[in-house]
């Protein structure tokens, strides 16, 4: 745990960007680095929630590891300060293309369709989107892989965001084959992703004719990388 905290630590201060001006820098008790291994950790720990990941294991079997542990509502607002770092720290430990790739996309919902109306944390970007579970509220995770379950490439997008559209700039180091569901059936990015060099194989409608089709139905699909 200290090691990752460490490791966080000297890559987030390598790539600060400096304005030129002079500014106070003023420490936290946790720091930044401490912050995001606590965030990672808890995907790794088989708590459904932060706060009781956080009040019940943390600050109890954790001690040791981060002797200055904050409140709660204090550590909610070091994870809003975290989130550039965190997302950095994502893109610097993205996997590498093998030749086999899978896009996917997952719904983030920020709220019950029934409370739409009342919601304002991300008023600013309201958009209603609609997938296999239904329409949902607010935002869309577009995600490729390989063959292993490494992360490629990544995008967030508005939820009524069509899942064919971030593809195109998200394969920029891809070659071989790109695998996905019957949504990312389309002509023309077939093309635009041929000419770059990439395959896309693709589900078959019902009202299609069927075609060849190698190395279907991988083992590490993206659905299950979600769950």
Known sequence: MSTTSTRLSSLHGKYLISSGIK??????????SKVMTIVIAFHQSGYRNF???YIHFVCRHLTNEFPELISYTRMLKLIQGAMVPLYS???HRQARPTGIALVDSSTLQVCH???ILRYQVCKCTEKRG???IGSFYDFKLHLIINDQGGIISI????ANVDDKKPVSEMVNELWACLYGDKYYISSPLERELTDNGVTLITGVKRNKKPKMMELWDPPNAPEKIYY
């Open 89 to 91: 720290y994502l893109t």
């Open 23 to 32: 500014q106070r820098y003023k420490h936290f008790r946790l720091s930044v």
């Open 155 to 158: 995008k967030v997008t508005m």
């Open 130 to 132: 609609k997938g296999t």
């Open 51 to 53: 706060k009781t990941y």
């Open 113 to 115: 369709n029934l409370r």
